[in-house]
Nanobody, 130 residues
Framework: LVRVVESGGTLVQAGDAVKLSCTVSGLTFEDHWMGWFRRIPGKEREGISC????????IYADSVKGRFTISRDNSKNTVYLQMNNVMPEDTAMYFC???????????????????????WGQGTQVIVSS
């Protein structure tokens, strides 16, 4: 059974930095790409970033490109999301999920449909005040 546990969410001010973590169990971590997703209040959940199995390729949504950095530590079965210069519109519940296969798709569009499991973790809340 695949289990993901997200952490690191907090209340911050615009312009601050936040680092999210996600630890995964129940699978061979390095066999899968890892993605970060978020659900902004009133909107559908969206994929925002993906990292290849070895961390050497990443993709981002335009809304976070240049501000967020995804990385992973396969020795710890953990994926990270470094969020710099956060803005109020980044306020959301953040989720991670492993994907089908080791390589990220070419785009984050439709990323959620390429997850390994239909289940989501509990997520971690980031609130950005202006």
């Amino acid at each position: 059974l695949v289990r993901v546990v997200e952490s690191g969410g907090t209340l911050v001010q615009a312009g601050d930095a936040v680092k999210l973590s996600c630890t995964v169990s129940g699978l061979t971590f390095e066999d899968h790409w890892m993605g970060w997703f978020r659900r902004i209040p009133g909107k559908e959940r969206e994929g925002i970033s993906c990292v290849r199995w070895n961390g050497e390729r990443t993709i981002y949504a335009d809304s976070v490109k240049g501000r967020f950095t995804i990385s992973r530590d396969n020795s710890k079965n953990t994926v990270y999301l470094q969020m710099n210069n956060v803005m109020p519109e980044d306020t959301a519940m953040y989720f991670c999920a492993p994907g089908i296969g080791a390589h990220c798709p070419s785009t984050v569009h439709g990323l959620a449909s390429r997850r390994l499991s239909d289940d989501w973790g509990q997520g971690t809340q980031v609130i950005v005040s202006s």
